[in-house]
């Protein structure tokens, strides 16, 4: 076997897909785009941070659902903020506890990673109260998990 990679089924918005990700990450590649007899984009390969990506443009039979997301572990609050305005802009839908949904339906959980270090703290009341926190955000905000840590 050689690899195992997501594979993405667009209704027909592959093109704007791939134009929205290289603009909000820094290291889009994309490997090639394979367009029908009429011209139009039939499926792509791409590489989101790293991460392989093959996609296909299905039609409306098929949508996302938040039972695949992509986890995006940020660095600090500004970078939670760059990631999470524009993957809600033009048409994205911020949920809860750090969830938002892109304009084409993808879910994404854009994580700062002093959320990930303070839930693996020993002590279960700071985590409890981590989570509280959490379950009370739309976007994740880091000075309130960490006064939420601190007590």
């Known amino acids: 076997m050689k690899s195992i990679s997501p594979f993405l089924w667009f209704d027909n918005n592959?093109?704007?897909a791939i134009d929205l990700y290289t603009s909000v990450f820094p290291d889009v590649v994309v490997h090639g785009i394979n367009r029908g007899p009429d011209g139009t984009v039939f499926s792509a390969e791409f590489d989101v941070a790293g991460q392989h990506l093959r996609a296909?443009?299905?039609?409306?039979h098929f949508t996302f659902n938040e039972a695949i997301s992509f986890f995006v572990e940020c660095d600090d609050q500004a970078e939670v903020d760059r990631f999470w305005d524009a993957l809600i802009a033009n048409g994205g839908q911020p949920s809860q506890c750090g969830w938002l949904k892109d304009p084409f339906g993808l879910s994404w959980q854009i994580i700062p990673t002093q959320f990930l270090t303070m839930m693996s703290d020993p002590d279960s009341e700071k985590v409890q109260?981590?989570?509280?926190?959490?379950q009370t955000m739309g976007k994740l905000d880091v000075s309130g998990l960490q006064a939420a840590y601190d007590g």
């Not at 109260?129 to 959490?134: G, H, L, P, S, T």
């Open 14 to 16: 592959i093109g704007e």
């Open 56 to 60: 296909l443009n299905g039609g409306p």
């Open 129 to 134: 109260r981590v989570m509280a926190a959490m």
